[in-house]
């Protein structure tokens, strides 16, 4: 009967730390603890990929053709047109370059008042709640109650609320108040501008008051108890310790804002339809209209294409104007 004998200390430490062993497993755990983050990302990439750069990439396309109603079956075979749609969108002698062009300006207005209400409306809330009072917690609720209804359902309430006839806006400003001679017309004609902007901030103000909220929350109370001691007031205090401490939430939140508001189509296509009145026509509606009325497809896209080309200038430039005044700041 033979016996094996057992490998001594020294055997089973050559067999375990073998020459390079050790470090190819802590490559390999490193690796898979670098790869995970990228791995689990990899759904939401795809279905990015699916959702918008696809469509976005089939719109440019479609930017270059003459695509009507008579090659929707099949659109690749519809007519090569070039640079001819960018042409017709961007000459405002013509009737359609002169309307793109009111749309846009109509736009930018808009998008000016209702980011700064909102902006306003919000900061004024949020340095509000910031005082200790009964019913705090409620009146917080109460204030982002217009963020948290879906947009249809708040919308189709609004338009209701602005019919000339039976709508409550009428009944107190006409019936109750007497500030109108008459029922206004709020969904056409010029007031419609009005009403759109009234929607707009009610829907989009929550959401500065949100941000702001949660920034105030990062500056210290000493600072202001300091600041009462040495005398200034509540207006110094905001001026000299609220506003500059919550400068990169404002860089953020007024893009955001800025982007939401300018690219909105959902509140004018639910409040008016698909025709929007000429003093609301914001750019999202018009391009929708000029694709889906005149079955011009190519030149909607063409608008599209510029809007998007807009946007991503605008937001270019923002971000290197506060990034170059955070650091004049900083230095």
Request: hydrophobic residues 50%; glycine residues 8%.
């Amino acid at each position: 009967m033979t016996t094996t004998a057992a490998p001594t200390t020294g055997e089973r430490a050559g067999r375990t730390t073998r020459p390079g062993a050790a470090p190819r497993r802590r490559r390999s755990r490193r690796l898979r603890r670098v790869g995970l983050p990228y791995l689990l990302l990899l759904p939401a990439l795809v279905l990015e990929l699916l959702v918008h750069l696809i469509p976005m990439l089939i719109g440019i396309v479609v930017s270059f053709k003459e695509l009507t109603q008579f090659y929707l079956r099949d659109w690749g075979t519809a007519p090569w047109a070039g640079t001819d749609n960018y042409r017709l969108t961007i000459d405002f002698d013509a009737p359609v370059g002169e309307a793109l062009l009111k749309s846009f300006l109509t736009t930018c207005q808009f998008t000016l008042l209702s980011v700064g209400l909102c902006w306003l409306l919000g900061t004024a809330a949020a340095i509000f709640m910031q005082e200790t009072f009964r019913g705090r917690g409620l009146l917080r609720t109460v204030f982002l109650v217009p963020y948290a209804l879906p947009v249809y359902a708040a919308v189709i309430t609004w338009a209701f609320m602005f019919q000339r006839d039976n709508g409550l806006v009428n009944h107190v400003l006409h019936d109750q108040l007497g500030l109108t001679d008459s029922p206004a017309f709020w969904l056409i004609g010029d007031n419609s501008f009005v009403t759109l902007l009234v929607v707009s901030v009610w829907k989009g103000w929550p959401f500065a008051f949100l941000i702001m909220m949660a920034g105030l929350q990062n500056i210290p109370r000493e600072m202001y108890e300091a600041a009462a001691l040495d005398g200034a007031g509540v207006w110094q205090q905001i001026r000299r310790i609220t506003l500059p401490s919550l400068r990169p939430v404002n860089q953020v939140l007024v893009l955001v804002l800025f982007l939401w508001t300018f690219n909105d189509f959902n509140t004018p296509f639910v409040l008016f339809g698909k025709s929007a009145p000429q003093a609301a026509d914001l750019i999202s509606i018009h391009i929708y209209q000029s694709s889906f009325q005149t079955w011009n497809f190519g030149t909607g896209s063409a608008m599209s294409v510029l809007l998007l080309l807009f946007l991503l200038v605008v937001t270019g430039l923002y971000l290197l104007f506060t990034s170059r005044g955070r650091q004049a700041a900083d230095a």
